[in-house]
């Protein structure tokens, strides 16, 4: 996270806050496409009553969170570096 965010700021001459709102508001939408991953429930653990029968019994936050920003890395890269073309 912290090199494409200085690689924002001093190569593509974003500003510090700039920059982490960005990262930040692709980091957020890129976990909800990353969650649904793996996440069926197994069908062998007892659904307590109010309980989604649908919620997965071990949601992996944390590898999701990793691969969340991974993803987010290079998709940010991306789209910072897109800004000349369009002529932001």
């Known amino acids: 996270m912290l090199p494409a965010l200085a690689l924002a700021v001093w190569g593509f ?3 510090g806050f700039g920059a982490g709102a960005l990262y930040f508001v692709v980091w957020w939408t890129l976990l909800f496409a990353v969650l649904p991953f793996r996440a069926a429930p197994d069908g062998s653990e007892v659904v307590v009553p109010g309980q989604d029968p649908g919620a997965p019994h071990r ?5 999701k969170a990793v691969w969340t920003t ?3 890395d290079v998709v940010f890269i991306a789209a910072v570096a897109a800004f000349p073309l369009a002529g932001l």
């Open 59 to 63: 949601p992996q936050m944390r590898r």
């Open 70 to 72: 991974l993803v987010s």
């Open 13 to 15: 001459r974003l500003s």
